[in-house]
């Protein structure tokens, strides 16, 4: 609560009955759910994950096949001293917040994410958990330097706005596909993309502003069930390309288990004074 901010003014927010107002009376509803929606432009058709799509994350992700990046990015985060407030950028269900905020035991966690279906599941998945519904690219409804880790994991990077809301010190987690990640879905299936080289392109808007602190990776092969690879297919942009290359027929074929490789890489910048 108090790290957000007004995203007309930037003047600080308070609870007036369920909504949360700034001191020029623009007021924001908080949602029976728990997350407050701080929008008040439009934004693209396509950028926020669907109703279905946060359905298939939340499934995909209890079948606990990304745990190893669940625990890589908890011993990232506390490997690193205390945390107070911890910023989830692109927080999706809110399910590595959580699990983050498990092993930092006094932090709160704000969730901001353009998704309202995505952030009713983050509302509720910590009781350590704010969730705002807000668009990453632009500044964030978040004073400066109040941050002492910001998480960013297969979501969108706004270089300048991580930096001015951490403190000076404050840790950037940023997590990545690693090399081979899916590589086996991708043979058999008419998959989109998943673009390249991102690290490389981040490490260069980061340079001068953030230190690189830590980089660790983790890889293992799990067995998927039809029904999983579906829910996998169905909680990324894939899921709005099913008429794609026949897409949707070729996860209809799918009947056996496939051995698949899950690989993560994690980065650790610290932000320079
Ligand atoms: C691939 S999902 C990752 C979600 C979560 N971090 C996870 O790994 O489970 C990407 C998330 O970014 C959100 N997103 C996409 N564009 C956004 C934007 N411009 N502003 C805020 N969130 C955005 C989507 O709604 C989605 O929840
Ligand atoms: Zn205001």
Redesign the pocket.
Known sequence: MDALRCSICAEPLHPVNQSLRCERRHSFDIAKQGYVNLLHARVDAG???TTEMVAA?AGF?SGGWYEPLTDLLAECVTGHGEHELVVDA????G??LARVLDRVPRAAGLA????AP?LRRAARAHPRIGAAV????QPWPVASEVADVVLN????RNPGEFQRVLRPGGLLVVAAPGPGHLAELAQRLPLLDIAGDKQHRLAEALSGRFELADRAETARTVSLAPADVRQLVLM?PNAHHLHRDGLGEALDRLTESVQVTTAFQVSVFRRLP
Do not use: H, I, K
């Open positions: 950028t926020a994950d994350r992700l692109g927080a999706g269900t399910y590595y901001l994410d353009v998704s995505a807000w668009n990453l690219w994991v297969f979501a969108p990324g």
